[in-house]
C-alpha cells in the first residue's frame, strides 16, 4: 500500500490512459513562456507524459497565440490544458484563453490537467459554468477534494482528484548528496492578489527569502521575452514548432537551475506548492505555510499527511476558509 501521493499519481495515470488513447491527436494548450518557474516544472512534465502515449501528432500553444492553436484542431484533437491554480479569477488570463477554446470546440474532448479552483464572485462562476456546460465531453481534475466538490456542485463535467502533474516528474531529479541549511522560497505577490502579507509562522528576522521572479537571472527573463515574441511571431510549418525547441531548450536551463538551488539545502520553507514539489522530488525536507485561501493546506490534506518529511504549520484548512468566507466562494 503506497503513501497518498503515490496512490494519487498512479490514479491519475491510469485514468489519463483510458481518457487519451495511443496515437492521438492532441493540442496541449497554455504551455508555460512565463517567469513563474512552478508552471514551467508543470509545463515539462505534462509534456513527458503526453510524450508517453506516443501521440500522432501533439502540438503545444502558449496563451500567446491561440489563435495558432485553433487553426490545428480538426475533429479528432484531443485539447490538453495545463494544470496549476488558475482555475477561476484569481488569474483571469489564463481562465479567460482555455474558455475561449472550449467555447469555439463544444464537440471535442477536452482535458483540464489538475488545477485548484479559485474564485472570488459568483457571477465568474457562472460564465464558466455557462461554457462548459457547452461542452459534451468535458474532463476536469481537481488537485483537492474542496476544488472537486465546487466542480461538482457548479460544473457540467466529469471530475476527479489527481495531484498536480509536476510530480509526474518521478526521480528524474533526484540527488543523494546531503544539502546544508533552510532554503526560504516565500510569495511576494501576496498583496497583488489579496492573499496573506506574511508567512504564517515568523521568520528570523534576518532571513534571506525569494520567490520565482527574483531567482530568475536577467539573462533567464530576456529568454522569456524572446519566447514569448517567438510564440506570437515565428513561423510554424505543417505543424513543426521550432521556437517551441529554442524555448524547451532555455526552460529546462531554468529548472535544473532552480532544482540545484533546491538540492543545495537541507529544508525548504515556502508557501509555494511548487517549492514544496521541488523539495519532495530532491528528497528534502519541506515547511509548508499557506497563502490565505488555502491551497497549500488542502494539497497537503489530501496528498502529504502522510509523508515523514512534510510539516504543515499553516492553520487548518477550514478556519482559512471561513476567515477569508467573505472573498472566497470555494469555502
Known amino acids: 500500500m503506497g503513501s497518498h501521493l503515490e496512490n494519487g499519481v498512479a490514479n491519475f495515470y491510469s485514468i489519463l490512459s483510458e481518457l487519451i488513447p495511443h496515437r492521438a491527436d492532441i493540442v496541449f494548450f497554455d504551455h508555460a513562456i512565463y517567469g513563474n518557474v512552478g508552471d514551467l516544472m508543470i509545463s515539462y512534465a505534462t509534456e513527458r507524459l503526453l510524450m508517453s502515449y506516443r501521440p500522432r501528432r501533439l502540438l503545444a500553444y502558449s496563451r500567446e497565440d491561440p489563435w495558432r492553436a485553433e487553426r490545428q ?3 479528432n484533437t484531443i485539447l490538453v490544458f495545463q494544470g496549476g491554480g488558475n482555475l477561476g479569477n484569481l ?3 489564463h481562465n479567460k484563453v482555455r ?3 472550449i467555447r469555439k470546440f463544444p464537440r471535442n474532448r477536452c482535458i483540464i490537467l489538475p488545477q485548484t479552483i479559485y474564485y472570488r464572485d459568483m457571477a465568474s462562476v457562472e460564465v464558466t ?8 465531453d468535458l474532463h476536469i481534475f481537481l488537485r483537492d477534494l474542496t476544488s472537486k466538490s465546487f466542480a461538482e456542485r457548479h460544473f457540467d463535467a466529469e471530475t476527479y482528484a489527481a495531484p498536480d502533474t509536476a510530480h509526474c516528474f518521478g526521480t528524474f531529479w533526484h540527488a543523494e548528496e546531503a544539502g546544508e541549511g533552510d532554503l526560504h522560497i516565500i510569495r511576494e505577490d501576496q498583496a497583488e492578489y489579496g492573499l496573506l502579507d506574511r508567512f504564517p509562522i ?4 534576518d532571513v534571506e527569502t525569494m520567490d520565482w521572479p527574483q531567482f530568475l537571472t536577467p539573462s533567464e527573463k530576456a529568454t522569456i521575452r524572446r519566447g514569448k515574441r517567438l510564440a506570437k511571431y515565428g513561423r510554424e510549418i505543417a505543424g513543426f514548432q521550432p521556437h517551441l525547441w529554442l524555448w524547451r531548450r532555455d526552460r529546462n536551463r531554468i529548472l535544473r537551475r532552480a532544482m540545484r538551488l533546491v538540492q543545495a539545502h537541507e529544508r525548504i520553507v ?6 514544496v514539489i521541488f523539495a519532495l522530488l530532491a528528497g528534502r525536507k519541506v515547511v509548508i505555510g499557506d497563502t490565505g485561501y488555502g491551497k497549500l493546506t488542502a494539497y497537503y490534506e489530501n496528498w502529504l499527511q502522510d509523508h515523514p518529511d512534510v510539516e504543515n504549520v499553516g492553520p487548518p484548512l477550514h478556519q482559512q476558509c471561513a476567515a477569508t468566507e467573505s472573498r ?3 469555502s
Open 99 to 101: 474558455e475561449n477554446l
Open 73 to 75: 484542431i480538426n475533429e
Open 202 to 205: 515568523d521568520l528570523p528576522p
Open 129 to 136: 459554468a455557462n461554457v462548459f456546460s457547452r461542452c459534451s
Open 270 to 275: 515556502t508557501n509555494r506548492l511548487h517549492g
Open 91 to 93: 488569474f483571469p488570463r
Open 328 to 330: 472566497h466562494i470555494n
